[in-house]
């Protein structure tokens, strides 16, 4: 028997996408040095190695968001306990977008997302921070 999926992707972009800000990355590259603004990188760290990151950025794995935010897990990070606005970004803005809609749902805020991601932030020339594997 197969699976039959009653929500797809799409459905679950397009909710997050009315739910979470969607920034540009002109805006993004203005803050990058703000003090008030921190970057999430949520891209595998692989990724992270081969294209290097926005300078500054907090690497992320999308799959641990949910467990690092939570200060009651065991694997919490203090990062993520600022009073300072989070900039989420992927490849290209999908899972950012879900990343950025689930830790608004624990309360986390406030939190946008990069349009475009990380490949539309290499497209209008941002800075990149290379990641060398030690």
């Not at 972009?13 to 590259?29: F, G, H, P, Q």
């Not at 990062?79 to 950012?96: G, V």
């Not at 986390?108 to 594997?133: C, D, M, Q, R």
């Amino acid at each position: 028997m197969s699976q039959k999926i009653s929500k797809g992707i799409k459905d679950l972009l397009s909710d997050a996408n009315r739910i979470v800000t969607t920034v540009s990355v002109e805006k993004c590259i203005s803050v990058q040095k703000n003090k008030n603004f921190v970057f999430v990188d949520l891209r595998d760290y692989r990724e992270i190695l081969k294209e290097g990151k926005i300078p500054g950025a907090f690497s992320c794995p999308r799959g641990m968001l949910e467990f690092w935010i939570d200060p009651d897990s065991p694997y919490h990070k203090e990062f993520f306990n600022q009073d300072k606005t989070y900039i989420f970004y992927c490849a290209s803005a999908w899972r950012s977008a879900l990343a950025a809609k689930a830790a608004m749902e624990m309360g986390l805020s406030p939190v946008v997302h990069l349009e475009g991601g990380f490949n539309e932030w290499l497209k209008k020339g941002g800075a990149i921070e290379t990641v060398y594997k030690k």
